[in-house]
């Protein structure tokens, strides 16, 4: 059996290689690597969640500096050219060992690297370029990740809007701009640009950001981004068409039905990213990528011998989520190939957003209120603001709130979190959902006080809700 990966230096490509590997020379007879990339690494490595984590963080000290009135002096600035210096280093380390692993496969009998762009001529051929080569594989993984999505607003050709990719590189920025995606992108961004000194006007569609949060996380992050960051946000706006004016941009907008305009010298665009499948040649298979094209097997749903893993598949464009997409699909190659039934893909809802330059970041593991009422799941729900817990206001991060839901035979469903180091508890709460732990079992110790009492006080106050209900 031959499988070709399209896609072998990024995070689900790499996820499948290493998986189908172990199994050359036995149920793999071959296995082909195929990337261009250049350098190759991976998005997440070079343009995703770890170059932006590293400028977030030069933001994420300045806004601490800034709001602990316990220092005095200046307030220092960031230095842009020493951010993007530090991230390109560490990030070029990053997917120089990624590309020595993929290499490093390839130095194994019948594992083979390509470093070149591949075409699909039919269903499971392949056309590599530069070298003009051909090959016939009986499976071809897709696991090409996604590219930069840019709205087709009218005006938009005209006036140069910046990216993500293109913030993460820069080593100057504008004095003000205008910011189109409000969602994990923005949320990220955003404060990066306001504590290096842009004065932004934000474009929100809903009443709040965050879709996958109760509404009070939405409301509580909107009060710390106009209040703590200084960040103009309108809300149940949308964009109409902006042109170029002297001096930069203006946007025409439907503000709350009424037509208002903004200006400023540049445009942001931080509206999320599409599947990357420009110059695949899918008009040359029967794939059709269109919502549901791929099942939760990975499988594609036009052809068993394809499988899609990753960002490109439309499904959950999160790293963690595409490797573990990665592992399902190498699994289920090899049961396909054997006549065995396949495997679907299942996780817990586990998202987190270095919101807040990292300083509050929202982490959602497991059901929210609204999900767990849509689901019809009888819960109890408690919440904890973090105002309430000493340790919070001793390391000046008093913001915030977290909340538990627990269902009514005492399992913990599902937690939010919106506040320092919610990111760090996600983990402990992915293992109390996906365990089905009982909030009255979970062990209620004593031990050096630090920022994770926040879970306590909720175990408590939900056990006891429980208890009062018996």
Same mark, same amino acid.
């Given at each position: 059996?031959?499988?070709?990966?399209?896609?072998?230096?990024?995070? %689900?490509?790499?996820?499948v *290689?290493?998986?189908?590997?172990?199994h050359?020379?036995? =149920?793999?007879?071959?296995?082909?690597?195929?990337?261009?990339?250049?350098?190759?690494g991976?998005?997440?490595?070079? &343009?995703?969640c770890?170059?932006?984590?590293?400028v #977030?963080?030069?933001?994420?000290?300045r /806004?601490?500096?800034?709001?602990?009135? &316990?220092?005095?002096?200046?307030?220092?600035e960031?230095?842009?050219d020493?951010?993007?210096?530090?991230?390109?280093?560490h #990030? @070029?380390?990053? =997917?120089r060992?990624r &590309?020595?692993?993929?290499?490093g496969?390839?130095?194994?009998?019948?594992?083979?690297?390509?470093?070149?762009?591949a075409? $699909?001529?039919?269903?499971?051929?392949? +056309?590599?370029?530069?070298?003009g080569?051909?090959?016939?594989?009986? /499976?071809?993984?897709?696991a090409?990740g996604?590219?930069?999505n840019?709205?087709?607003?009218p005006?938009?050709?005209?006036?140069d809007?910046?990216?993500?990719?293109?913030?993460?590189d820069?080593?100057?920025?504008p004095e003000?701009? #205008?910011?189109?995606?409000?969602?994990y992108?923005?949320?990220?961004?955003?404060?990066?640009?306001?504590?290096a000194g842009?004065?932004?006007?934000?474009?929100? @569609?809903?009443?709040r950001?965050l879709?996958?949060?109760?509404?009070d996380?939405?409301?509580?992050l909107?009060?710390?981004?106009?209040?703590?960051?200084?960040?103009?946000?309108?809300t149940n706006?949308y964009?109409?068409?902006i042109?170029s004016?002297?001096?930069?941009?203006?946007?025409?907008?439907?503000?709350?039905?009424?037509?208002?305009?903004?200006?400023?010298?540049r445009? $942001?665009?931080?509206t999320?990213?599409?599947?990357?499948?420009?110059?695949?040649?899918?008009?040359?298979?029967a794939?059709?990528?269109?919502p549901?094209?791929?099942d939760?097997?990975?499988?594609?749903r036009?052809d068993?011998?394809?499988?899609?893993?990753g960002?490109?598949?439309?499904?959950?464009?999160i790293?963690?989520?595409?490797?573990?997409?990665g592992?399902?699909?190498?699994?289920?190659v090899?049961?396909?190939? *054997?006549?065995?039934?396949? *495997?679907?893909y299942?996780?817990?809802h @586990? @998202?987190?957003?270095?919101? %807040?330059?990292?300083? /509050?970041?929202?982490a959602r593991?497991?059901?929210?209120? =609204?999900s767990?009422t849509?689901?019809?799941?009888?819960?109890v729900a408690?919440?904890? +603001?973090a105002?309430?817990?000493?340790? $919070?206001k001793?390391?000046?991060?008093p913001?915030?709130l977290?909340?538990?839901v627990v269902?009514? !035979?005492g399992?913990?469903?599902?937690?939010?979190?919106?506040? /320092?180091h919610a990111?760090?508890? %996600?983990?402990?709460?992915?293992? *109390?959902?996906?365990?089905?732990?009982d909030?009255?079992?979970?062990? !209620?110790?004593?031990? +050096?006080p630090?920022?994770?009492? #926040?879970l !306590?006080?909720?175990?408590r =106050?939900? %056990?006891?809700?429980?208890?009062?209900?018996?």
């Amino acid at each position: 059996m031959h499988v070709a990966i399209i896609g072998a230096y990024g995070s %689900a490509g790499v996820a499948v *290689a290493e998986r189908l590997a172990e199994h050359v020379g036995g =149920a793999v007879s071959r296995l082909t690597l195929v990337d261009d990339g250049e350098p190759g690494g991976g998005l997440c490595i070079l &343009r995703g969640c770890m170059p932006s984590k590293e400028v #977030i963080s030069a933001a994420g000290h300045r /806004y601490s500096a800034r709001h602990d009135d &316990r220092l005095v002096g200046d307030l220092p600035e960031m230095d842009l050219d020493r951010i993007v210096d530090t991230k390109d280093e560490h #990030i @070029h380390d990053f =997917a120089r060992h990624r &590309r020595t692993a993929v290499h490093g496969m390839a130095e194994r009998e019948e594992v083979e690297f390509r470093h070149e762009r591949a075409t $699909f001529v039919d269903d499971h051929t392949l +056309h590599l370029e530069p070298s003009g080569d051909e090959i016939e594989a009986d /499976y071809v993984v897709v696991a090409t990740g996604s590219v930069v999505n840019v709205p087709d607003l009218p005006g938009i050709d005209a006036v140069d809007p910046l990216t993500s990719a293109d913030v993460l590189d820069a080593t100057s920025l504008p004095e003000s701009g #205008i910011v189109m995606g409000f969602g994990y992108v923005g949320m990220e961004m955003v404060p990066y640009l306001a504590e290096a000194g842009v004065d932004l006007t934000v474009v929100e @569609h809903d009443a709040r950001p965050l879709d996958e949060a109760d509404p009070d996380f939405g409301d509580e992050l909107l009060d710390i981004y106009r209040e703590e960051f200084g960040v103009e946000i309108l809300t149940n706006a949308y964009e109409q068409r902006i042109e170029s004016v002297e001096g930069g941009v203006r946007m025409h907008l439907e503000h709350d039905g009424v037509e208002v305009t903004r200006e400023a010298e540049r445009l $942001f665009v931080f509206t999320g990213r599409r599947p990357n499948l420009d110059g695949l040649g899918l008009e040359n298979t029967a794939l059709t990528p269109e919502p549901g094209w791929v099942d939760d097997t990975m499988q594609a749903r036009d052809d068993p011998h394809t499988f899609v893993v990753g960002d490109v598949n439309r499904k959950e464009p999160i790293l963690h989520v595409a490797k573990e997409q990665g592992f399902v699909a190498a699994r289920n190659v090899l049961a396909h190939a *054997a006549g065995d039934d396949l *495997a679907e893909y299942e996780n817990v809802h @586990h @998202h987190v957003v270095f919101s %807040a330059a990292g300083v /509050y970041p929202y982490a959602r593991v497991g059901h929210s209120v =609204a999900s767990a009422t849509t689901a019809g799941v009888d819960h109890v729900a408690v919440t904890r +603001h973090a105002s309430d817990d000493g340790v $919070f206001k001793t390391k000046a991060t008093p913001r915030g709130l977290a909340t538990l839901v627990v269902g009514t !035979d005492g399992r913990v469903l599902g937690y939010q979190g919106l506040h /320092y180091h919610a990111d760090v508890m %996600a983990k402990t709460m992915q293992l *109390a959902v996906e365990m089905g732990l009982d909030v009255a079992e979970i062990p !209620d110790r004593a031990y +050096h006080p630090t920022t994770p009492e #926040i879970l !306590d006080g909720l175990f408590r =106050a939900a %056990a006891d809700e429980l208890a009062g209900r018996s």
